[in-house]
């Protein structure tokens, strides 16, 4: 499980430093996941690392790479 979430944040990661900030729903689709529980397995990784911006409107998140 461990290399399929690296392997989910690394494609979340590669979406954001190709197109910079985006909300959530894009960069699902920007890095090719196929579920919210992929994107959100990422955004962990990445937060985890300290690697991750996420920035909370009314609806929308968005993210972005420090």
């Known amino acids: 499980m ?6 989910l944040a690394g ?3 590669t979406a954001l430093n190709e197109n910079g900030a ?3 729903k ?7 996941l196929k579920s ?3 994107l959100y397995l990422a ?7 300290d690697k ?3 920035v909370e409107d009314a609806k929308t998140l ?4 420090k």
Do not use: H, Q, Y
């Open 36 to 38: 919210d529980k992929e």
């Open 43 to 49: 955004m962990g990784w990445l937060l985890r690392e």
């Open 52 to 54: 991750l911006n996420v």
């Open 11 to 13: 494609a979340v990661w």
């Open 22 to 24: 985006m909300a959530s």
């Open 62 to 65: 968005t993210l972005s790479l």
């Open 2 to 7: 461990t290399e399929t979430v690296g392997t």
């Open 26 to 32: 894009d960069v699902k689709k920007a890095a090719g």
